[in-house]
């Protein structure tokens, strides 16, 4: 099955671009890595989807290698309320079946 | 903003008695997931449906917990008996398709006592 391995912490200032990356050395050929916010007492929230090379969207980007064995989210211009966990998703398929697999996630915390 | 929708958001009983958290998944969405959550194991996959079928459960405690979806717009997950290992924030969410993004409700926070 896909693992995915983050950084458990990472600190930041409001205004700085934050870099979260997560490994996934055994990603199928079908797999989408998808990254999720959850903030306390809420349930995860899409951030933003990508099979390969760079997405971006009005939150984020994510950059994908060639190899496809990691990705990197990019926040630019963090603020407060960007305080949150941050997990990587990469489906294993099996047999024609799909299982979402979440990493532990990176707690994410903004400083003024 | 379509939403997904679980109930209850709390629930507090004793050892040995049945539960039953439901979800709303979002109209028009044909996968539906139901995962656990607690600071030990992290978000943990329970089961899976599609076009309301069971695809995977193998995540799920099979003597105590099922999963079902009587119809499209409810999906239930019971756990009879409870123990207190069972505590945890359970999290339903669907999706448009497999592979794509899946929305989340914000949560069952059971405490069993």
């Known amino acids: 099955l896909a693992k995915t391995t983050q950084p458990i912490s990472m600190d930041s200032y409001e205004g700085q671009e934050v870099n979260i990356t997560c490994s996934h050395n055994?990603?199928?050929?079908?797999?989408?890595i998808t990254w999720y916010q959850q903030f306390p007492s809420q349930g995860p929230r899409f951030i933003i989807q990508g099979y390969k090379t760079k997405v971006t969207n009005e939150v984020a980007s994510l950059f994908i290698p060639a190899d496809r064995k990691s990705s990197t989210l990019s926040l630019p211009r963090v603020s407060l309320s960007d305080t949150a966990v941050y997990y990587c998703l990469v489906a294993n398929a099996s047999g024609g079946s799909y299982i979402p697999t979440f990493g532990r996630g990176t707690s994410l915390i903004v400083h003024p | 903003d379509a939403r997904v929708t679980q109930t209850p958001r709390h629930k507090v009983t004793e050892m040995g008695q049945e539960v039953t958290m439901r979800c709303q998944p979002i109209?028009?969405?044909?996968?539906v997931f139901w995962y656990r959550q607690t600071m030990m194991q992290g978000l943990e996959l329970l089961a899976y449906?599609?076009?309301?079928?069971?695809?995977?459960d193998s995540g799920m405690p099979k003597d105590r917990f099922s999963a079902e979806m009587p119809d499209a717009t409810l999906a239930t997950l019971k756990i009879q008996p409870s123990e207190p290992r069972d505590s945890a924030v359970y999290f339903c969410?669907?999706?448009?398709?497999?592979?794509?993004?899946?929305?989340f409700g914000d949560g069952t926070r059971l405490s069993i006592l």
């Open positions: 055994n990603i199928a050929t079908n797999d989408y």
């Open positions: 969410a669907s999706g448009l398709r497999t592979n794509q993004p899946q929305h």
């Open positions: 449906f599609r076009n309301r079928a069971p695809l995977d």
């Open positions: 109209l028009g969405h044909n996968t």
